[in-house]
């Protein structure tokens, strides 16, 4: 487990011969926190936040790598398109990194600015990628320890993109030959056995701390984005896996109707060519009952309440610290988020009551991307960003904001409007992407009449995998088929994603400035 304001894992690039960037790592001196420190205080509540895991069945039939490569750096439509996000060389490694940051987290017993034990891990969101029933059961085991495998469809062999069996140049396969398009052109590392080992089980060792669950889009909605429906469950359950887009397929409109705002649609079947995998019942859609109960039904508290099976909002107390968990998904489709009208009207009068409590909102979405208002005819329109930005600043004890759908670190300040703070607003990054990070949040109280807020971003504990010898040491050092191990290989990957190295999803922007990890927030006590 890592600290970085005790160490810092940093990325260097360098120029291939054919132009293009490959990424290296390295550990380093850790960063100091952005603020002032307070002196003396009184530690009030002490949370872990992890978001996005995004817990993967990379062989899913419904996933749509194939999209992906039209933002590829030696594609002529990355003009038009920049990034699309449906494919990542190191999916196939999810399960592991998860594996790893819960080993990090069970090492904090107590935060380390402020000392005072850990009261809860929230997870905000998109714990699984595809909204399967699979994926829901791996995640779980992930949470709370026990015997796991990414496995899916056939046990007996790999059957997703990173196989060589699936003959496509634009997946990162690493039991391919060197000259391979993915393994040359972008610095990737031939590693045989590795999309194999990647699905051997193995022992998750569980959550030690309590831990909340908050609803996110991909934990909702086919690859974050479609509601369920009967063809799609068919789709995801069969034996036909989508391949790439038909000849007479338009690109532009299939990327417009696979939206941020619903309606959101997959690309029909006539569009789309497809390989034969086998099929396999357990990856059915996840309804918003299966996701509650998962959560209600196990013995413990997550959050969500058994009597309520559609309803994933609520809160919980630390004292005299109130955390409000929204459901920030639109349950019609598209990857943005709104908060759905009766949840609103909950909001509202939650917050009345909590006058004598210090107010942490936390979901999914963050603010700036509540801006799905997609519903179907006679339906109410749900709160979008305004509404429920003057709906908080009504409330002085509100404090602080934590999200993640973004997959970056994000610390902002949310003003009334004579410009003084009204709260603060946190995002953390996702697992799936560089740079697979989690943070500590503690809530303190001063002397002098303020509340600080201290944050640290935490690393999972995989190893730091300085280069492609690295990676590849692992065979012979035996230490591949350790789950700890292949975590330390997926960030490597993620650090060497061709399509982050310029535009607005490049590595630079995901893990944000110095600021945006480790600091020191402080706003009047409103209470006081």
Wanted: net charge negative; charged share 20%; proline share 4%.
């Amino acid at each position: 487990m890592t600290l970085s304001h005790e160490i810092k894992i940093s990325f260097e690039r360098s120029i291939s011969k054919n132009g293009l960037a490959r990424t290296s790592l390295k550990t380093g001196e850790g960063e100091q926190l952005l603020g002032k420190a307070p002196e003396v205080f009184t530690p009030l509540a002490t949370f872990i936040h992890l978001s996005d895991l995004h817990v993967c069945d990379s062989q899913s039939p419904a996933r749509l790598e194939f999209l992906d490569r039209y933002a590829d750096p030696d594609f002529e439509t990355r003009k038009q398109i920049d990034y699309v996000g449906t494919y990542r060389a190191q999916e196939f490694l999810s399960l592991q990194v998860v594996e790893a940051m819960v080993q990090s987290a069970n090492r904090i017993t107590h935060g380390p600015l402020g000392a005072a034990p850990v009261d809860a891990v929230f997870l905000t969101g998109d714990v699984i990628d595809n909204g399967q029933h699979n994926e829901l059961s791996w995640y779980k085991t992930l949470m709370e320890g026990g015997t796991v495998s990414s496995a899916s469809g056939s046990s007996l062999k790999v059957e997703g993109v990173q196989s060589l069996d699936w003959q496509d140049e634009h997946f990162y396969q690493p039991d391919a030959d060197v000259d391979q398009r993915v393994l040359d052109k972008f610095g990737l590392p031939g590693v045989a056995g590795l999309a194999e080992i990647g699905q051997r089980e193995f022992e998750a060792t569980g959550l030690k701390h309590s831990w909340l669950a908050i609803h996110g889009n991909h934990d909702a909605l086919l690859q974050g984005v479609a509601a369920p429906t009967p063809e799609l469950n068919e789709l995801v359950t069969g034996s036909e896996k989508l391949s790439g887009l038909a000849d007479s397929a338009d690109l532009m409109k299939v990327f417009s109707e696979f939206n941020e705002v619903g309606p959101a649609v997959y690309p029909p079947l006539i569009d789309l060519k497809t390989k034969s995998v086998s099929a396999d019942e357990r990856r059915r859609l996840v309804e918003i009952e299966d996701w509650v109960g998962v959560h209600t039904q196990c013995g413990h508290d997550h959050g969500l309440a058994a009597e309520s099976p559609t309803q994933a909002h609520f809160y919980r107390d630390f004292g005299q610290v109130r955390l409000i968990a929204l459901d920030s998904v639109n349950h019609f489709g598209g990857w943005q988020g709104c908060i759905h009208r009766a949840q609103f009207e909950w909001l509202e009068k939650l917050l009345i009551a909590s006058a004598g409590k210090y107010v942490i909102l936390t979901s999914h979405h963050p603010l700036s991307d509540l801006f799905n208002g997609y519903v179907p005819d006679g339906v109410p329109s749900p709160a979008l960003e305004e509404e429920v930005r003057e709906l908080l600043l009504r409330f002085k004890n509100v404090i602080l904001w934590v999200a993640g759908h973004v997959h970056d670190h994000s610390i902002s300040a949310q003003n009334h409007s004579d410009g003084s703070l009204g709260f603060w607003q946190i995002r953390t990054t996702s697992h799936i992407d560089w740079p697979q990070q989690g943070r500590t949040i503690e809530v303190l109280k001063t002397e002098d009449g303020h509340i600080v807020i201290g944050t640290v971003v935490i690393d999972h504990a995989g190893p730091v995998l300085a280069d492609n010898k690295c990676v590849q040491d692992l065979i012979a050092d035996g230490r591949i088929d350790s789950a700890v191990a292949l975590a330390g290989v997926s960030r490597y990957l993620a650090a060497n994603d061709w399509q982050r190295s310029d535009g607005s999803q490049r590595l630079e922007v995901l893990e944000g400035q110095v600021g945006d990890r480790n600091a020191w927030l402080w706003i009047k006590d409103p209470l006081a």
